[in-house]
């Protein structure tokens, strides 16, 4: 008998036995991850070191039924508690693949993309044009001209977004948009990943609303039909949400009294997850409850009809079905200081360490009940000393050839991967029922030479 498991931190990384999985994201580890009779640790059916020795490492294993979970909480939780139409989007920043992008579409799921290979990716895993919303602080005329041809909302972001558009756009063909404005409003995550305080690249300033709609009701080209903002990510707050419902229903008032017809509302993503037992995000369904319950008092308070409701929840879809698998290489002993224990992959696969100090929980995927803990320092193999995934870690005593699972790295971390070094990015592979796909092919050496370009003259001639 397998039995059901929730990683447990608390100083160690020992596992316990899971009673109340709850919500994926509240979850460090993929909600279907088991113990087998032999001791090992097991993910979608499928024991993770066999995967590790058939599909070699660093591998991203997904696992299919934290991320259907994750998609069916939203989606039932929106119908729940929103009296509205909804339509969840997947920001597909977090992990842009086709495989990911048909499990969404298949769960309900639009999406958001930001740029021309996302929007490609969406389209051709299977998610229709009018179900993409684009979004992007400086689009290209040529990703406008690709996002337009196949009927994606237009998120529009700044004047150059509008100046761009006059070029394709017309009154025969009307571009669907969506505005987006900084809400400003402050909530507490990294620098890096707040966007709706008032110095933000992103969207319109609030100061400019009034006069940019006004504008765009010139335009027989333009059908402004939603707003948008988004205020940050990774966050474990609720009230922010709360206060951009206000915000954005003044907006919406605004919009509607100058004419424009305005369906939608969009209010971004960031719900946060948990990487370490210390964190406690809200669950995906009260951070629904929350939001659904602040847009209906705010609509209700100004006397506006319901729109329909839109999030763009990136990092809670994805990350906790997603982990990585690493081969345990070479061990430093520095006297008195530190252990270091070199892996197989690092900052070129899971840059958010050295980027945001981001900290992960482990284990030793055929040693997960072991607790006779060495605290180590899990270094990446890149030329870099700030290459350590996780610093001063309690491990069971391993060794080199061991298999190392870290877990909540389905968020950020392919989409963020680099070929640094010129390593080769991992293969991907979606796990289920015991069965395993390869969703990405690894990348060999030769595929970093693909796109080189050796002019003749470098060529040396014997
Ligand atoms: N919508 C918009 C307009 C966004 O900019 C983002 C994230 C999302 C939705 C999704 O947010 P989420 O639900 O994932 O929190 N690279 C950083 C995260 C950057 C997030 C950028 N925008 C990290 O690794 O933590």
């Given amino acids: ?34 113990i087998n009779e032999n001791k090992k640790l ?23 039924l934290t991320l259907r979970s994750a998609c069916k909480t939203y989606i039932s939780s929106l119908k729940k508690h929103y009296p ?10 977090a992990n ?40 992007g602080n400086n ?20 004047y150059h977004d509008i100046e761009l558009l006059k070029n394709i756009a017309s009154e025969k063909k009307p571009a669907k948009l969506m505005l987006r404005f900084t809400p400003g409003i402050e909530c507490h995550t990294h620098e890096y990943i707040r966007t709706g305080h008032l110095d933000s690249k992103f969207g319109f300033d609030p100061d400019e609303l009034k006069s940019v709609l006004l504008e765009l009701k010139t335009y027989n080209w333009a059908n402004l039909t939603g707003l948008h903002a988004h205020i940050g990510s990774q966050i474990f707050e609720v009230q922010p949400h709360i206060d951009l419902a206000g915000v954005m229903a003044d907006a919406l008032k605004l919009a509607q009294e100058i004419g424009h017809p305005i369906i939608d509302l969009n209010l971004g993503g960031g719900l946060g997850i948990k990487y370490v037992q210390e964190d406690n995000p809200p669950s995906i369904e009260k951070w629904v409850e929350v939001i659904a319950g602040a847009v209906v008092k705010a ?22 079905s997603g982990l990585t698998i690493y081969e345990i290489g070479s061990k430093k002993v520095v006297p008195g200081v530190r252990t270091y224990l070199s892996v197989n992959g690092g900052m070129s696969d899971n840059p958010r360490p050295i980027t945001y100090q981001s900290l992960y929980s482990a284990c030793l995927v055929d040693k997960p009940l072991n607790t006779n803990f060495e605290k180590v320092t899990i270094a990446g193999k890149h030329c870099e000393s700030g290459d350590v995934l996780l610093k001063d870690f309690l491990l069971p005593s391993c060794e080199s050839g061991d298999f190392l699972a870290v877990f909540g790295t389905g968020a950020y971390n392919y989409s963020m991967s680099s070929n640094y070094n ?21 990348e060999l050496p030769e595929d970093l030479l693909q796109l080189d370009v050796l002019p003749d003259r470098f060529i040396p001639k014997n």
């Fill in 299 to 320: 609509c209700k308070d100004r006397n506006l009809d319901l729109p329909r409701l839109m999030c763009e929840p990136g990092r809670s879809l994805v990350a906790n």
């Fill in 84 to 93: 509205g139409d909804s339509l969840p989007l997947y920001a597909s920043k």
């Fill in 1 to 34: 008998m397998n039995i059901k498991v929730k990683i447990s931190m608390e100083g160690s990384q020992a596992f316990e036995p899971n009673k109340d999985i709850d919500s994926p994201n509240r979850n460090i580890a993929p909600i279907s991850s088991e």
């Fill in 42 to 64: 097991v993910v979608g059916g499928c024991q993770l070191s066999e995967l590790a020795k058939k599909y070699g490492t660093p591998l991203y294993v997904f696992d299919e």
């Fill in 139 to 158: 689009k290209s005329q040529d990703e406008l001209n690709f996002a337009y041809k196949n009927n994606v909302t237009i998120v529009l972001d700044n």
């Fill in 96 to 135: 842009s693949t086709l495989a990911i992008c048909a499990v969404i579409a298949s769960e309900g799921f639009g999406l958001d993309a930001v740029s021309e290979g996302e929007l490609l990716t969406a389209l051709k895993g299977g998610v229709k044009g009018e179900n993409i919303v684009f979004h």
């Fill in 422 to 442: 010129r390593i080769p990015r991992p293969a991907t592979i979606m796990v289920g029922k015991g069965s395993s796909e390869l969703t990405q092919r690894r």
